[in-house]
């Protein structure tokens, strides 16, 4: 079993509705999650990060965490043509914050 | 501005032949990682340090081999035992709130 699991999509959604994402882990101890944006040929950019059970939003993006399902979301509201991008989720394996990372979730949002 | 500098940005390698990635940073971090990145695969760990002169091994150390001689800096080197190099290389610094990222080397053997 991976560590971070992913839909490797690619996920095709209008502009101007709602993309989700999902990411599932396997280490119930862990503590940190983060998500990634990673437009092609460039590295990954840091949008979200969450560690407490429930929701957090930052603007267009909600990161939703269920540690008892072991399972972590991402909402990207309103979709834009920019946020084509591939997704990855990371999850802190300990305290020395090694991450592991998802295989990426790709979206497109079509104009 | 502070940030993470990776050099280059492309680079090519022939069979045999060690390389040397360049990472720098000016962001004052303790704990430094370098990743390799293959299409359709998530990031894996090669190695981090998290204080000069200290280093471990990542989940995919066999072939490549580091130094942290500086808080600066942190190279990587692949070494002609890296039977498939062809990557995209990203080294990373910790803040409070996850990983910085470098803009990464792709290295491609020739």
């Known amino acids: 079993q991976k560590e971070v699991e992913q839909n490797s999509g690619p996920l095709s959604v209008p502009e101007g509705a709602i993309a989700s994402l999902n990411c599932t882990y396997s280490?119930?101890?862990?503590?940190?999650f983060f998500w990634y944006r990673q437009y092609s040929g460039k590295s990954p950019e840091l949008i979200m990060f969450?560690?407490?059970?429930g929701d957090k939003e930052d603007g267009r993006f909600t990161a939703q965490l269920n540690k008892a399902s072991q399972y972590v979301s991402l909402l990207i509201r309103d979709s834009q043509p920019s946020d084509s991008a591939t997704y990855l989720c990371?999850?802190?394996?300990?305290?020395?914050?090694?991450?592991?990372f998802g295989a990426g979730t790709t979206v497109t949002v079509r104009a | 501005d502070g940030g993470i500098t990776q050099s280059p940005k492309y680079l090519f390698r022939k069979e045999g032949q060690n390389v040397t990635l360049s990472c720098e940073q000016n962001l004052n971090h303790d704990a430094m990682y370098w990743y390799r990145q293959d299409p359709g695969q998530g990031l894996r760990l090669i190695y981090y340090s998290q204080i000069v002169n200290d280093f471990q091994k990542g989940d995919i150390a066999e072939g490549y081999s580091v130094s942290r001689e500086k808080k600066e800096s942190f190279p990587l080197t692949v070494t002609s035992a890296q039977k498939n190099p062809t990557a995209f290389y990203l080294c990373?610094?910790?803040?409070?709130?996850?990983?910085?990222f470098g803009s990464g080397t792709r290295l491609t053997v020739v």
């Open positions: 969450i560690y407490s059970n």
């Open positions: 990371a999850v802190n394996r300990g305290n020395d914050y090694k991450l592991s």
């Open positions: 280490d119930r101890g862990s503590q940190s």
């Open positions: 990373a610094s910790i803040t409070s709130y996850g990983y910085t």
